[in-house]
């Protein structure tokens, strides 16, 4: 049988979560999730829920855990099965609970980023949509400005990327994040990464998640959450 992997990445916004996550599913082949994505698919859809999740992440706030976890788990019961890779989620102690309930994760990477690194990053940081592609103006610029590079399509900024909204953000992440770190530290499962660079901290971790995917095997997950 296939060994499979699970993991989650953590870190504050604009730490590099979304670029770092598409890396490790390109490289070994993990399904990638990612809290942000389907949160953003559930506002465009207006749906009851789309409309409830908008009205809190325009304020800059955290959606409700059990809104988290009614979005996510039932997600990771469908790949059941397979490796996975949780980009955004979980973010509080009770999601990271609700997430044990079904699933032991066998790694999560947290990235300490300085906060003037992430200040610069995020003013820069464009978005297409549609796909959730991002682009940023120094690091990874699209071909033409302004444009998607795929289906020239124009890229637009979050509105919680703007600075009157990030220091909260930062803030608010630094103290809901503290009791997860800590649970994952307790349970031997945390790998911490500093540093102003994505490209220097990626060979770290593409070596550790060689390491650890090729010596540990892991169960299946539940199907049923209680
Ligand atoms: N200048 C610079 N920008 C980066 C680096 N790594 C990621 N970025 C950009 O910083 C922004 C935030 O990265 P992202 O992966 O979206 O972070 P997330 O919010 O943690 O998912 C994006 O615009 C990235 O393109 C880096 O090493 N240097
Ligand atoms: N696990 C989560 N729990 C609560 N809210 C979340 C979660 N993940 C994402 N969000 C909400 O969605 C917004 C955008 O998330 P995301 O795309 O992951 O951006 P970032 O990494 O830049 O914070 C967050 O600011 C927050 O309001």
Same mark, same amino acid.
């Given at each position: 049988m296939a060994k499979l992997f699970r993991a989650a990445?953590? =870190?504050?916004? =604009?730490?590099?979560?979304?670029?770092?996550?598409?890396?490790?599913?390109?490289?070994?082949?993990l399904q990638?999730l990612?809290?942000?994505?389907?949160?953003?698919?559930?506002?465009?859809?207006? @749906?009851?829920?789309?409309?409830?999740?908008?009205?809190?992440?325009?304020?800059?706030?955290?959606?409700?855990?059990?809104?988290?976890t009614?979005?996510m788990l039932p997600r990771l019961e469908q790949l059941s099965g397979h490796s996975w890779l949780l980009?955004?989620f979980p973010? @509080?102690?009770?999601q990271a609970q609700a997430l044990n309930s079904l699933c032991q994760l066998d790694l999560v990477?947290?990235?300490?980023?300085?906060?003037? @690194?992430?200040?610069?990053?995020?003013?820069?940081?464009?978005?297409?949509?549609?796909?959730?592609?991002?682009?940023?103006? =120094?690091?990874?610029?699209?071909?033409?400005? =302004?444009?998607?590079?795929?289906?020239?399509?124009? $890229?637009?900024?979050?509105?919680?990327?703007?600075?009157?909204? $990030?220091?909260?953000?930062?803030?608010?992440?630094?103290?809901?994040?503290?009791?997860?770190?800590?649970?994952?530290?307790?349970q031997?499962i $945390?790998?911490?990464?500093?540093? @102003?660079?994505?490209?220097?901290?990626?060979?770290?971790?593409?070596?550790?998640?060689?390491?650890?995917?090729?010596?540990q095997p892991s169960d299946a997950c539940r199907t049923q959450t209680p």
């Amino acid at each position: 049988m296939a060994k499979l992997f699970r993991a989650a990445i953590m =870190g504050p916004p =604009g730490s590099g979560k979304g670029t770092i996550s598409k890396r490790i599913a390109q490289s070994f082949g993990l399904q990638y999730l990612s809290s942000g994505h389907y949160l953003r698919e559930s506002m465009a859809a207006n @749906t009851e829920a789309g409309v409830l999740v908008k009205s809190y992440v325009e304020r800059s706030m955290l959606v409700p855990d059990h809104v988290m976890t009614r979005l996510m788990l039932p997600r990771l019961e469908q790949l059941s099965g397979h490796s996975w890779l949780l980009d955004g989620f979980p973010r @509080t102690l009770s999601q990271a609970q609700a997430l044990n309930s079904l699933c032991q994760l066998d790694l999560v990477i947290s990235l300490n980023i300085p906060y003037e @690194t992430l200040r610069e990053r995020l003013s820069d940081r464009w978005i297409h949509p549609a796909s959730g592609r991002v682009y940023n103006m =120094g690091f990874n610029p699209p071909r033409v400005k =302004g444009k998607d590079d795929i289906t020239g399509e124009p $890229l637009i900024q979050h509105d919680d990327d703007k600075p009157e909204a $990030l220091m909260a953000r930062l803030r608010h992440y630094k103290d809901v994040a503290k009791p997860v770190i800590d649970l994952y530290k307790s349970q031997g499962i $945390l790998h911490s990464f500093s540093g @102003t660079e994505t490209d220097r901290i990626w060979p770290y971790i593409n070596s550790l998640l060689n390491a650890k995917m090729h010596t540990q095997p892991s169960d299946a997950c539940r199907t049923q959450t209680p």
